[in-house]
């Protein structure tokens, strides 16, 4: 009755294990140059898990929004055609609630660099 499933499971473990054996006689071993986190060929001068402002989460936040904006206008470019003045309208909305964003993000300052 499990058969099938315990063949995928052996077929899973299978694959798992040659993986991990292929690494193990291919890996290289790490130095001092190769294990620290590249900054330019500088060498790290904090902690990689450091605080950051709480000014670049925000920043974050208006990336993000635009990045996002971006993410559903190539798609709606290729259909405004079809669906006409309901998808320049809901278009319009969508930007509408991202300058909403933006202008909240502005007043909170995520946009002082100083």
Same mark, same amino acid.
């Given at each position: ?19 991990? !054996? ?45 990045? !996002? ?11 405004? !055609? ?19 964003? !933006? ?12």
């Amino acid at each position: 009755m499990y058969a099938g499933v315990a063949s995928m499971l052996l077929v899973a473990l299978a694959g798992i294990s040659v993986v991990y !054996v292929v690494h193990r006689f291919t890996a290289v071993a790490p130095d001092a140059l190769t294990s620290l986190p590249f900054g330019s060929g500088w060498p790290p001068q904090e902690h990689a898990l450091s605080r950051y402002h709480a000014r670049w989460y925000l920043a974050t936040l208006v990336f993000l929004a635009f990045d !996002v904006e971006m993410l559903f206008m190539y798609p709606w470019a290729v259909v405004v !055609v079809e669906d006409g003045a309901g998808a320049i309208t809901e278009m319009f909305l969508f930007l509408a609630a991202l300058l909403l964003a !933006v202008v909240w993000a502005w007043r909170e300052g995520a946009l002082r660099w100083a």
